[in-house]
C-alpha cells in the first residue's frame, strides 16, 4: 500500500472549504478528485452518495472518510479537504467534520480498497496528525504534513 502523499492527488487537496450540506461539500470534493484524475466527475459522485446512503462516513472528532469503489481506477487515489464551516457527515458522536478525505479505489480490487481505507483511518485517528491538519497553512502546510507522515512511517 503507498504512502498517503502518494496515495493523494496534489489538486485535490483543498486547504478551506464552505459547503451548506454534506451533498455540497461531497459533489465539491469528487468534482475536484475526479478533475486531478481523468474521472468522469458525475460517475464518483454518484458512486460516493451511494456508498454514503449505505451509513455516514463521519468517524469521529470532526474527520470523515467517504470512500467508494470505482471503474478504470488501476490503483488507490484520494482527496483532502478542510471544511469552514464543518459539516454533518453522520458522525457517532454527532460532531460535525471539518477534515474530510475522500478515497476513492478500483472497482476490481476489493483488498485495494480496505487496506487504503485502514491506513487513511489509522492516520486520522491520531490527535496529533489532526491538530496538526487543522494548524496547518494552505496548500503547502497540507502537504507538508502528509509528508511527514510518510517519512515518520518509514522511519
Same mark, same amino acid.
Given at each position: 500500500?503507498p #504512502?498517503?502523499?502518494? @496515495?493523494? /492527488?496534489? &489538486? /485535490?487537496?483543498?486547504?478551506r =472549504?464552505?459547503?451548506?450540506?454534506?451533498?455540497?461539500?461531497?459533489?465539491?470534493?469528487?468534482?475536484a478528485?475526479? !478533475? %486531478? /484524475?481523468?474521472?468522469?466527475a *458525475?460517475? @464518483? +459522485?454518484?458512486?460516493?452518495?451511494?456508498?454514503?446512503?449505505?451509513?455516514?462516513?463521519?468517524?469521529? !472528532?470532526? =474527520? &470523515?472518510?467517504p470512500?467508494?469503489?470505482?471503474?478504470?481506477?488501476?490503483?488507490? =487515489?484520494?482527496? $483532502? /479537504? *478542510? +471544511? #469552514?464551516?464543518?459539516?454533518?457527515?453522520? %458522525?457517532? #458522536?454527532?460532531?460535525?467534520? #471539518?477534515?474530510? $478525505?475522500?478515497?476513492? &479505489?478500483? %472497482?476490481?480490487?476489493?483488498?485495494?480498497?480496505?487496506?487504503?481505507?485502514?491506513?487513511?483511518? *489509522? $492516520?486520522?485517528?491520531?490527535?496529533?496528525?489532526r !491538530?496538526?491538519?487543522?494548524?496547518?497553512?494552505?496548500?503547502?502546510?497540507?502537504? %507538508? @504534513?502528509?509528508?511527514?507522515?510518510?517519512r515518520?512511517?518509514? &522511519?
Amino acid at each position: 500500500m503507498p #504512502d498517503l502523499i502518494e @496515495v493523494l /492527488a496534489p &489538486a /485535490a487537496i483543498l486547504p478551506r =472549504v464552505h459547503a451548506s450540506s454534506k451533498r455540497q461539500a461531497l459533489q465539491t470534493v469528487c468534482d475536484a478528485l475526479a !478533475e %486531478a /484524475a481523468g474521472l468522469n466527475a *458525475r460517475s @464518483v +459522485f454518484d458512486a460516493v452518495l451511494m456508498r454514503e446512503r449505505l451509513s455516514g462516513t463521519g468517524m469521529g !472528532e470532526g =474527520v &470523515a472518510v467517504p470512500h467508494a469503489r470505482v471503474p478504470g481506477l488501476q490503483h488507490p =487515489v484520494g482527496a $483532502f /479537504a *478542510r +471544511f #469552514d464551516p464543518p459539516v454533518d457527515f453522520d %458522525a457517532l #458522536d454527532g460532531r460535525p467534520c #471539518d477534515l474530510v $478525505f475522500l478515497l476513492l &479505489a478500483p %472497482a476490481e480490487r476489493g483488498a485495494d480498497h480496505l487496506k487504503a481505507l485502514a491506513k487513511v483511518a *489509522r $492516520f486520522l485517528r491520531k490527535p496529533d496528525a489532526r !491538530e496538526r491538519l487543522r494548524a496547518a497553512r494552505g496548500h503547502d502546510g497540507l502537504v %507538508a @504534513v502528509f509528508e511527514d507522515t510518510s517519512r515518520s512511517d518509514a &522511519a
